[in-house]
């Protein structure tokens, strides 16, 4: 519930009567009007953000002018809030608009409508256009400039709609007035009702209706019997709505401001002095209101009632964004001065307990159920549940929640998994899937789901308020009685009269005491036992209220600005503060301005939070400032706290008071002081004395100053060891060096290094373990940060066989790193490690070395096992491939390649892929004479190439089998056969008939390797094409001899080449003729073997054509040739796309 109360009265001279006030939202302006012209306007001046004060604090004028230009009763004031304008409008009909110049108002426009005056007016929104009603029913909209854009003429008392263009939409129903039908009424000439304020429909007599849009069929009553209204405003934000007016049924008639929620709730009763209230208007932030009355202005501040609470050290808000209309949870963290931001469904509910808060919120497509969350003081989500019990109030201590709607309650037993020490009865009767309820009106509980819950008819005597402590909770009701519940087993112990309407209930911290906020302020109770209360005290115009946490009988009140501390009936003297109070501990209380913190919600700043010391300490620290030692003792002695002891024992021990010191300490129990008081007196020296209080009480730096003064070096740097303080360890050492410095400067750099790696900035880290040579966390940092090349140097630098270079090895082994790790297991003689290491990363090449030289177990053997499992289809067979090539066995690996490309070829597999297959198995084959070379090479040191190539050439004549042999000299025949092969088709397609005819020629010595119907099909096709009859008569000779063809197959070619050269003789039409490179004869151009010496040429890979020339290129790679004019245009070789360049 909010609060509301007058905080400040301006009284207007010659008690002129005002009848209108108007407050600019964006600047802060106020325009009052009244009687004989009056129009003046103020201003309260911005507040400065102070330790103890907030926008709430009431404040003097920082502005008042009086403006001159009307004569009579100025009734309707109204801003241009977006060209900084006031419109204000007398009874003589004269409308005025005034402009501002450096805080100075003057006129710009006046316009006089002589035939009426007028009863209403408004700007639009963008502050473009102004509506202006007069008496006699003309409504006329205008331009802010002064131009009329349209008018209309509505005299008989009804409400119209109208578009911007001044279309007419619709005429409005007012549903609020249900005495008289609105043409009964005009038809008969009753009087109607009088509407006193558009906002959106309040009738005078005390029925208000407010309307989510023009439209709207179903709109929201507000009744107010037995009051006459007046005005009515919505503050700034839309949520709440003021309505003034004479309240008929109270003493002396008195009149009221009643405040409304949007959705017609009522929330507050502000009773204001005076015989009239003319108008109201709302402050921009709508946290204060002014209601011009009789001849003075009264300001009321509104306490909100705002969903936050605080938990440990942190202030839990929620708010709703204005970008996106989220709803956002802030959790400030108030010592580390942290926000953490979580974005959550409409939050209906926030409540704490200690060090954890409750928040309850909307589940999303799920109409009436809700998600309850425990959450810490950072956000982070400890318990939920869902719950379908509408959660109008929340209570919660450190083990249980009681949610409760208007006539049950439920209990959610929650858990924290890291608290052990949590009663066992709490959870002993605990069903997660159950949501027990229980009913105010019955001892028992009832058995039912929420989901089972039916209320038949509204309730009268509701739950309005609960409060809770750790052995029970009371559940307060409208008519004064609450219900008294133990816990943790939830029955009915007693039920108790508090005679009040309770709004908000407190428990104190042992349960003895109740603080009851209600609608008139606050009441205290003394809780004898379960089943009597007694009143003790009360107190008007108390707003926010918080037990002592320590203290059971002190209690702290917000009274307006003014924050009290109450013990037992005494009150101590008020300090000004407007915040909501956090908590109440160690004699603290802790505030927060919220108001102004919801103003910037998303960043919120410490200045905010307010920390009061009460009169109790207040007074004791002026004792102990003033050295009474004595004194302070007596005074503490009869008001009895821990806060105050500590005091006492911090101020004596700095005056090096043991006595008194010691005496505050076993009055605190405190073990450790007592022994700090006995160290202290079996010192001599009064300085190290206090370097010993100081380091006590936290002043390290303090303590390490008394040290360094009295030279005592090694002593602050002890103090700053214990304390772990390795940074100023570190600056000691390198400003004055000493003998035995460097191991307590190693472990100095060891520790901030540590410091590093907790924070996980691990180049950092690497700087000080290496000052500090600490190798182990050196090689978790270079892991960490990725940073293998320093890892591998550090590797380098250790000695061979530490246990920190084989972690190192496996390290670059995980990474698959295979050298790098090898050669730090070879250095620590883990020799089988490292031949693992090959093995697993396949890099058989380097096993097959690692095993030679160390003689170590046979790696072929595992080799062809492990080949063996990778065979089976064409995918694991050539894994297996790659695995015989990483091992260095390149011959076998040729041999699975050219047998997969074999039976490839037998499925007809496309061209292409089995070319690829065959330039791979001649590639492998090409390494392996590269190998064998080496080798050779190797061991024949000093000796020729030739020689070296010839002994290649008989010691593989002497190992391999004959089938090898076979294998190797016909590397390249498939590669080279699908390479013509496709380039054939190529040059066939592309209309270069000729040289696919050549190259098709070519392909007749690869019978063996492509189907023979499929070359000389080809060569027919492309002769007959080119026109060359003769080559393409022996095509179809050849065709019709295959022993492929069936009977009817042989006798459609012989068709075809009957049809063919009928027409055409079987001779070539061009004779192209060329000079043999052997025997110098005159031969066709597409002959591949000379007729006359039986000269087989090479043949282009390029161009399929045979090649003549005595200068060609060679390819490095496949050592295949071609015309050099031809390559020139190429990258690639053709045949097995090595590089060109290469050759250079």
């Not at 109607?192 to 849009?213: A, C, D, K, N, Y």
């Not at 959450?375 to 400890?382: E, P, R, V």
């Not at 039912?448 to 509701?462: F, G, K, L, M």
Request: proline letters at 2%.
């Amino acid at each position: 519930m909010i609060f509301v109360y007058l905080s400040k009265k301006i009284s207007i001279p010659n008690n002129t009567k005002l009848h209108c006030v108007s407050w600019m939202k964006t600047s802060g302006y106020i325009a009052a009007g009244g009687n004989d012209g009056l129009l003046k306007i103020l201003k309260l001046p911005a507040n400065s953000l102070s330790q103890n004060f907030s926008s709430a604090i009431p404040t003097n004028l920082s502005m008042n002018q009086n403006l001159d230009g009307h004569s009579g009763i100025v009734h309707i004031a109204k801003w241009n809030e977006s060209c900084q304008k006031l419109t204000t409008c007398d009874s003589n009909g004269l409308i005025i608009v005034w402009l501002t110049q450096s805080d100075s108002w003057y006129e710009e426009m006046i316009n006089k409508r002589n035939k009426s005056c007028v009863v209403g007016m408004e700007w639009s929104h963008n502050g473009t256009k102004i509506a202006i009603a007069y008496e006699d029913g003309q409504a006329i909209v205008g331009s802010v400039d002064g131009n009329r854009l349209w008018n209309k003429n509505i005299a008989n008392g009804e409400i119209h709609a109208y578009d911007a263009t001044g279309l007419f939409i619709h005429k409005l129903r007012i549903a609020c007035i249900e005495n008289v039908e609105l043409e009964t009424a005009l038809n008969k000439d009753l009087s109607r009702v009088t509407i006193v304020s558009m906002e959106w429909f309040i009738p005078i007599h005390g029925i208000v209706q407010l309307m989510r849009h023009e439209n709207d069929s179903n709109p929201i009553i507000i009744k107010l019997p037995n009051m006459i209204l007046s005005k009515a405003r919505w503050s700034p934000d839309g949520s709440m709505l003021a309505i003034c007016g004479l309240q008929t049924d109270l003493e002396d008639e008195k009149f009221t401001i009643h405040f409304a929620s949007a959705y017609g709730e009522p929330l507050r009763n502000l009773q204001i002095p005076g015989q009239a209230i003319a108008d109201i208007s709302w402050e921009g932030t709508g946290l204060r209101l002014c209601a011009a009355v009789d001849s003075h202005l009264f300001f009321a501040n509104i306490r909100q009632d705002y969903k936050w609470t605080y938990c440990g050290q942190t202030v839990i808000y929620s708010y709703k964004r204005t970008e996106n209309k989220e709803h956002c949870v802030v959790f400030f963290q108030t010592k580390l001065e942290e926000a953490y931001l979580q974005y959550v469904k409409p939050i209906i509910a926030i409540s704490a307990s200690d060090e954890h808060c409750i928040l309850i919120s909307h589940v999303e497509n799920q109409i009436g159920q809700y998600l309850m969350q425990i959450c810490n003081g950072i956000g982070t989500t400890i318990d939920s549940k869902y719950i379908n019990l509408e959660p109008k109030h929340v209570v919660m201590n450190d083990s249980v929640v009681v949610i409760a709607n208007n006539l049950s309650f439920s209990i959610w037993k929650y858990n924290i998994p890291y608290v052990i020490n949590r009663d066992a009865n709490l959870n002993a009767n605990s069903n997660p899937n159950d949501e027990q309820l229980y009913y105010v009106d019955k001892n028992d509980e009832v058995g039912a789901t929420s989901s089972n819950i039916r209320i038949s008819q509204r309730h009268q005597d509701e739950i309005c308020a609960i409060g809770i402590s750790k052995q029970f909770f009371i559940v307060c009701r409208n008519s004064g009685r609450a219900n008294y519940y133990s816990l943790p087993e939830v029955t009915l112990q007693s039920t108790l009269n508090l005679d009040c309407c309770v709004e908000k209930l407190e428990v104190n911290c042992n349960g003895t005491r109740l603080a009851a906020l209600t609608a008139k302020g606050l009441k205290l109770f003394e809780l004898r036992d379960s089943s009597e209360v007694s009143l003790y005290l009360e107190r008007s115009d108390v707003w926010n209220i918080k037990w002592d946490s320590e203290k059971d009988d002190t209690i702290a009140v917000m009274e307006k600005t003014r924050m009290y501390v109450i013990r037992n009936k005494e009150t101590e003297e008020p300090v000004i503060n407007s915040g909501y109070i956090c908590s109440f501990k160690n004699l603290v209380v802790r505030t927060v301005l919220l108001d102004e913190l919801m103003k910037n919600p998303e960043t919120p700043h410490k200045s905010f939070i307010i920390d009061i010391e009460i009169k109790l300490l207040r007074d004791v620290k002026k004792l102990l400032e003033s050295m009474k030692i004595q004194e302070a003792t007596e005074f503490i002695e009869k008001n009895n706290h821990p806060k105050l002891w500590a005091l006492l024992a911090e101020v004596a021990l700095n005056r090096l008071d043991t006595v008194a010191a010691e005496h505050a300490f076993v009055m605190l129990k405190d073990y450790a002081g007592i022994q700090l008081v006995k160290r202290i007196n079996a010192l001599q020296h009064d300085d190290f004395k206090k370097a010993e209080v100081a380091t006590f009480y936290g002043r390290i730096d303090e303590a390490e100053k008394i040290y360094m003064v009295n030279d005592r070096r090694d002593l602050a740097l002890e103090l700053r060891e214990k304390m772990n303080d390795w940074f100023r360890i570190v600056e000691i050492l390198q400003g004055s060096k000493q003998p035995g410095d460097d191991e307590l400067l190693k472990k100095a750099w060891n520790h901030v290094g540590d410091y590093y790696v907790e924070r996980q900035k691990w180049k950092q880290a690497e700087i000080y373990y290496e000052r500090g040579e600490n190798h182990k966390q050196l090689i978790r940092c270079y892991l960490m940060d990725d940073n293998y090349d320093n890892l591998e140097l550090l590797a380098k630098r250790l000695p061979d066989g530490d246990k920190l270079v084989a972690e190192i090895g496996e390290i670059f082994f995980s990474a698959g790193l295979c050298e790098q790790a090898v050669k730090c297991f070879v250095r620590c003689g883990m020799l089988n490690e490292a031949l693992d290491v090959c093995i697993q990363l396949n890099q058989w090449e380097q096993a097959v070395q690692l095993s030679k030289t160390y003689k170590l177990r046979d790696v072929h053997l595992l080799l062809n096992r492990y080949a063996e499992q990778l065979t089976g289809n064409n995918e694991k067979t050539l894994a297996a491939v790659q695995l015989y090539r990483r091992a260095g066995k390149y011959l076998e690996a040729a041999r699975i390649v050219f047998d997969i490309a074999n039976n490839e070829r037998l499925k007809q597999a496309e061209a292409l892929r089995l070319k690829k297959l065959y330039v791979m198995g001649a590639l492998l084959i090409e390494q392996y004479h590269e190998q064998s070379k080496s080798e050779i090479a190797r061991k024949s040191a000093n000796k020729s190439d030739a020689e070296i190539a010839l002994k290649g050439l008989l010691e593989e004549d002497s190992k391999i089998s004959l089938a090898d042999s076979i294998l190797i000299d016909n590397a390249w025949r498939g590669a080279e056969a699908y390479h013509f092969y496709m380039l054939a088709h190529r040059q066939l397609y592309s209309g270069d008939v000729d040289k696919a005819m050549m190259t098709a020629l070519h392909l007749t010595d690869y019978e063996d390797l492509i189907d023979p119907a499929e070359i000389y099909s080809l060569l027919a096709l492309s002769s007959c094409i080119a026109r060359q009859f003769a080559v393409c008569s022996r095509a179809f000779i050849k065709l019709e001899c295959l022993d492929s063809f069936t009977a009817d197959e042989r006798k459609i070619y012989k068709k075809l080449a009957i049809k063919i050269f009928m027409k055409y003789l079987p001779k070539d039409t061009r004779m192209n003729k060329v000079e043999c490179t052997a025997c110098f004869a005159q031969i066709e151009d597409y002959c591949q073997v000379c007729p006359l010496c039986d000269t087989k040429f090479p043949t282009c890979v390029v161009t399929g054509r045979p090649l003549l020339d005595h200068q060609f290129w060679l390819c490095p790679t496949c050592k295949h040739r071609a015309y050099e004019q031809e390559i020139k245009l190429l990258k690639f070789c053709p045949l097995c796309h090595g590089n060109i360049n290469n050759s250079e």
